[in-house]
Nanobody, 122 residues
Framework: QVQLVESGGGLVQAGGSLRLSCAAS????????MGWFRQAPGKERDFVAA????????YYADSVKGRFTISRDNAKNTVYLQMNNLKPEDTAVYYC???????????????WGQGTQVTVSS
């Protein structure tokens, strides 16, 4: 079992940056692909980015490509989401999740964090 805890959310102006972190418990972090998803009020949970176990395969949603960067440090059991040039439409609760393989579908992921709020003001 994997427990995930996100941090790094907050309030930022449009054009600003934030870095989200997701710390995982357990000794098997390196065997899990990791993903970031987000959910705005009244909307479905959307895929943001995913990274394979070794970091060699990365996926991004079109809406964040070129602005967000996902990375992982298996020695620290942590996955990151660097978010640059933030826009008001990026406002959402951001969740990290763990799965046996990287995927854009939320249903693939077995473990989820509690989420961290990101608010981008215009």
């Amino acid at each position: 079992q994997v427990q995930l805890v996100e941090s790094g959310g907050g309030l930022v102006q449009a054009g600003g940056s934030l870095r989200l972190s997701c710390a995982a418990s357990g000794r098997t972090f390196s065997s899990y692909a990791m993903g970031w998803f987000r959910q705005a009020p009244g909307k479905e949970r959307d895929f943001v980015a995913a990274v394979s176990t070794t970091g060699g395969i990365i996926y991004y949603a079109d809406s964040v490509k070129g602005r967000f960067t996902i990375s992982r440090d298996n020695a620290k059991n942590t996955v990151y989401l660097q978010m640059n040039n933030l826009k008001p439409e990026d406002t959402a609760v951001y969740y990290c999740a763990a799965a046996r393989w990287q995927d854009r579908r939320a249903t693939t992921y077995d473990y989820w964090g509690q989420g961290t709020q990101v608010t981008v003001s215009s």
